[in-house]
């Protein structure tokens, strides 16, 4: 059941005045805040609406999946209208993992990022990250940034499938975390990251970005839309991109894939 809403017209915010935890759209549960944001912008809400659930029935995953979100979790959808050229929208993944990261890290607790933005603490998923846009040619109507993090959820609700390589906050830290004070780090962190993007300071995401991923230098695989690439990730281009070194000293660049490390497939 929806509890409070800020539902106004589309108008682009200024870059310094974002204001995103003053429009929440706060639900019990949904099937995926992701689709009702998407419903939201298309009816012309206005950039910095974040839609929060408690649980969903549906929640997404990247590439079809399902994103499993039992209670104790943080599940949130921000509607953006970035003014920026399309082939930087890879970007907010970025932005979003950095945010997430970084928050976990307040916490003491050492998050990392696996390209392009699963969040990561000791080798296990605690958060991940699903990007839906709209727009013709160039020109972005809105960006959906989709948030799942593992908060407090119970390990053993989440099917056997993923349990094994999931974490959670509350697991990591062997305490209870205050879920609306998680909720402000993030959204402030997540300003920070995308006055950034506005401003077009990519190389500061960037850089930034590198230093919480533990991708780079790894020999990884990554299956795409179209295949399964192999060889040595050695940097990010200026969109985000992975750059990969094959065994045949050929550069292959990769927009988006599921990346796993070889040194844990056994695992994956
Ligand atoms: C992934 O596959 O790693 C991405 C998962 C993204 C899940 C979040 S939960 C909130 C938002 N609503 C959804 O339906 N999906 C995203």
């Given amino acids: 059941m929806m509890k409070e809403s800020a539902f106004v017209k589309k108008t682009k915010t200024s870059l310094h005045n974002l204001d995103f935890l003053k429009k929440p759209c706060v639900f019990d549960i949904v099937d995926s805040t992701n ?39 943080l599940y949130l959808s921000l509607i953006l209208r970035p003014e920026s050229a399309y082939e930087k929208t890879s970007l907010l993944a970025f932005v979003a ?45 809105y960006v959906i940034v989709g948030v799942g993090i593992n908060l407090a959820v119970d390990l053993k609700d989440l099917s056997s499938r993923i349990q094994t390589r999931s974490t959670s906050l509350h697991h990591e830290l062997q305490n209870p975390v205050d879920y609306h004070e998680f909720l402000n780090t993030f ?34 695989r990554v299956k795409t839309m179209t295949g399964t690439l192999e060889g ?33 497939l056994d695992h994956a």
């Fill in 35 to 73: 689709a009702t944001a998407r419903d939201f912008a298309t009816a012309g809400a206005q950039e910095g609406t974040v839609v929060i659930a408690r649980t969903q029935r549906q929640g997404r995953g990247r590439y079809e999946r399902r994103w499993e979100s039992p209670e104790g979790g």
């Fill in 232 to 264: 040595k990730a050695f940097d990010v281009d200026k969109s985000g991109f992975l750059l990969l070194l094959t065994s045949t000293g050929e550069t292959k660049k990769i927009l988006s894939g599921d990346c796993l490390y070889f040194d844990e």
């Fill in 97 to 141: 993992a950095l945010a997430v990261a970084k928050t976990i890290r307040s916490y003491k607790v050492h998050a990392t990022i696996k390209w392009p933005n699963d969040v990561r603490v000791n080798g296990r998923k605690i958060a991940g990250i699903l990007l839906e846009s709209e727009g013709q040619g160039q020109s972005i109507d």
């Fill in 187 to 220: 959204i402030t962190a997540f300003e920070h990251y995308y006055k950034s993007y506005q401003e077009q300071r990519w190389d500061e995401i960037i850089d930034e970005w590198k230093t919480y991923s533990d991708t780079l230098g790894k020999n990884v």
